[in-house]
């Protein structure tokens, strides 16, 4: 089993849909946990933070669920500028081993 | 402030050819990173620092080597490269000590090697 696994793509949505993607992580120990977003083979680039009591940024929501071990971002009225991959990362320690998700591909459409 | 910068960005290597990545940070990150990544593989750990003189194995550290003799620097070697290196390579930083924040990941641009 890979250590965090997302949710397969590519996701197809018309602009102004709500999406959900769903990252889960075997390592109870882990600590710290991201969402990043990443465009045409560039660098990733951090999109938020997740914290324990989830967290909200604009359009975008992020929980945590350690109980069944999965995080997961909300992206709502989706806009043609959030077709992108979205990575997950999950740290075990402070800043020790940062691991990532495959990646989930989302294209919005007008 | 540069940030994370990455040496070269692209290069082109025949079998058994070596070479080695250079990536520098001037944010006072205590930990780096070295990942690939393929189509469809997304970013996959080659191998990790978390302070000057330390490294340790990622998730596919088979071919690389790697040293930190300087906290700002992070050198990723090939050995002996093969057609299956063929990949994009990020590097990143992490972990300011002085604010104690765990912070997320920084990255360089990437570097494209293709082995013939």
């Known amino acids: 089993r890979k250590e965090v696994e997302q949710d397969p793509g590519p996701f197809n949505v018309p602009e102004g849909a709500t999406v959900a993607f769903n990252c889960t992580y075997s390592?109870?120990?882990?600590?710290?946990f991201f969402w990043y977003r990443q465009d045409c083979r560039k660098e990733p680039k951090l999109l938020m933070s997740v914290y324990s009591s989830g967290n909200e940024d604009g359009r975008f929501t992020a929980q945590l669920n350690r109980a069944s071990q999965y995080i997961s971002l909300l992206i709502r009225d989706s806009k043609l500028s959030d077709s992108a991959t979205y990575l997950c990362v999950v740290t075990v320690n402070q800043g020790g081993k940062l691991i990532f998700g495959q990646g989930t591909e989302l294209s919005v459409k007008p | 402030n540069a940030g994370v910068t990455q040496t070269p960005k692209f290069r082109v290597l025949k079998t058994g050819q070596s070479m080695t990545l250079l990536c520098a940070q001037d944010?006072?990150?205590?930990?780096m990173y070295w990942y690939r990544q393929d189509p469809g593989m997304g970013l996959r750990l080659i191998h990790y620092s978390v302070g000057e003189g330390t490294t340790a194995k990622g998730e596919v550290p088979d071919g690389y080597n790697v040293s930190r003799l300087k906290k700002q620097n992070f050198l990723l070697g090939l050995e002996s490269a093969a057609p299956s290196q063929t990949s994009v390579y990020f590097c990143?930083?992490?972990?300011?000590?002085?604010?104690?924040?765990?912070?997320?990941?920084?990255f360089g641009n990437g570097t494209r090697l293709t082995v013939t």
């Open positions: 990143a930083s992490s972990w300011d000590r002085r604010t104690r924040v765990n912070s997320p990941l920084h």
């Open positions: 390592n109870s120990a882990s600590q710290s």
């Open positions: 944010m006072n990150h205590e930990y």
